[in-house]
């Protein structure tokens, strides 16, 4: 099994296209070739490659950014000596001066499969402005860890934001090269756009999406396991609540919730009760943690641990963002006044609620907050968005 990586190092003639021309390369801690060597480096080792230039993401070429709205700044790679731009530092979307320093843009950055995680928006901005311009963009293509699902109700019109792109649904079951090649048909965009494809990559195989071969490196610093990247569609709307999603502890986005004021016992229960069809697919256990930073900090928080993983795990019958609305809706049964939104700038968006931003509109908060809904009613708001969707990236899928 190869990664687009390793498939570009390997074959010369893949590689023939990018001889005299000025090469960057998009990248964050997890862009590693199969032997662990960073991308950058094994790069500018290989012959025909002139690198003159990179660019880091949210967290940082480096990795080192710890939470959300934490900036980069641009530097000079003091081994290369080209500079490192940062597109999550003065700006998010790449500026002519960052555009002239290249010909050709190698996009190598492991995603979680996940609308909200942002680096599938810098995929799309850095097409955006290559469009009309000549430059060409690569994505040397990796594994959606999530596999191939799709769940979660598609982002309205007018709700589009750095954790938002375009009209796709929380889970959207695609690769990065897969989701390029919609961006480049949905968004109109003139741009020399190619694929270096896996090999061998089997969404269906053994790991259902991450190949056991492969180890596990963070591709942002609380993205730190499988687990986590299978329960993200749904442990990441915890940011928009005041519920702690572990941030401050070892396994962060791999809860349902932590507080220091709610019942996890209780909560699991009412789960249960609600709609249990939910819970499949995984284990829920009950926690206890002390986060170090973050959301309650020093207090002694009840949680539920998810566990999509081992014996445990069915790929098919986890759904996490429906777990997680249900885990929201738990707690608003069992206390009905309870504080649960967060109010604060999410991503730089100032005039709407994070759990709504988030969620690319109010549909998911509106259910969980109005005492009579049902799970009928959810399923009614996500169900046709999940089929529209399905359809809609039938035929930019390459494995």
């Given at each position: 099994m190869k990664f687009g990586i390793d498939r570009l190092l390997a074959d010369p003639a893949l590689r023939a296209p990018l001889e005299g021309k000025r090469v960057a390369l998009v990248a964050h801690p997890a862009s590693v070739t199969e032997g662990l060597v960073h991308s950058l480096d094994a790069l500018a080792a290989c012959p025909g490659i002139t690198l003159t230039a990179a660019f880091g993401p949210q967290h940082g070429l480096r990795g080192d950014k710890q939470d959300n709205m934490v900036e980069t700044e641009d530097f000079i790679d003091p081994a290369l000596g080209i500079p490192v731009f940062s597109l999550y530092g003065e700006v998010r979307r790449p500026t002519a001066r960052m555009m002239d320093s290249a010909d050709v843009f190698l996009f190598d950055l492991q995603d979680l499969g996940c609308r909200i995680y942002t680096f599938v928006t810098t995929l799309l901005y850095l097409l955006e402005a290559a469009s009309g311009t000549g430059k060409a963009v690569w994505v040397l293509d990796r594994p959606n860890p999530a596999g191939r699902p799709v769940e979660g109700t598609t982002l309205l019109p007018g709700w589009e934001s750095f954790v938002g792109a375009g009209p796709m649904p929380m889970r959207h079951g695609m690769t990065l090269g897969e989701m390029g090649r919609w961006f480049v048909d949905h968004f109109r965009l003139d741009v020399d756009y190619r694929v270096v494809t896996m090999e061998g990559w089997e969404p269906e195989g053994p790991g259902f999406g991450w190949p056991q071969s492969r180890i596990w490196i963070n591709p942002s610093p609380n993205a730190a396991s499988l687990n986590m990247a299978r329960a993200y569609a749904g442990t990441v709307m915890i940011e928009g609540a005041t519920l702690s999603e572990g941030r401050g502890t070892t396994r962060p986005l791999e809860v349902l919730f932590g507080a220091p004021d709610v019942d996890a016992k209780?909560?699991?229960?009412?789960?249960?009760?609600?709609?249990?069809?939910?819970?499949?697919?995984?284990?829920?256990?009950?926690?206890?943690?002390?986060?170090?930073?973050?959301?309650?900090?020093?207090?002694?928080?009840?949680?539920?641990?998810?566990?999509?993983?081992?014996?445990?795990?069915?790929?098919?019958?986890?759904?996490?963002?429906?777990?997680?609305?249900?885990?929201?809706?738990?707690?608003?049964?069992?206390?009905?006044?309870?504080?649960?939104?967060?109010?604060?700038?999410?991503?730089?968006?100032?005039?709407?609620?994070?759990?709504?931003?988030?969620?690319?509109?109010?549909?998911?908060?509106?259910?969980?907050?109005?005492?009579?809904?049902?799970?009928?009613?959810?399923?009614?708001?996500?169900?046709?968005?999940?089929?529209?969707?399905?359809?809609?990236r039938a035929p930019f899928l390459l494995y």
């Open positions: 209780a909560v699991l229960a009412e789960m249960k009760s609600f709609a249990p069809e939910w819970l499949a697919g995984c284990a829920l256990r009950e926690c206890w943690f002390e986060p170090t930073f973050h959301k309650h900090v020093g207090k002694l928080c009840n949680a539920l641990m998810i566990h999509a993983e081992g014996a445990f795990y069915d790929h098919h019958a986890f759904r996490p963002w429906r777990l997680q609305a249900l885990a929201f809706k738990a707690v608003r049964r069992l206390y009905p006044d309870y504080p649960l939104w967060r109010d604060f700038p999410y991503e730089y968006v100032t005039d709407k609620l994070a759990i709504d931003v988030i969620n690319g509109g109010p549909g998911l908060r509106q259910w969980v907050d109005d005492a009579g809904s049902t799970p009928a009613d959810l399923e009614a708001l996500a169900e046709p968005d999940e089929a529209a969707w399905a359809e809609t």
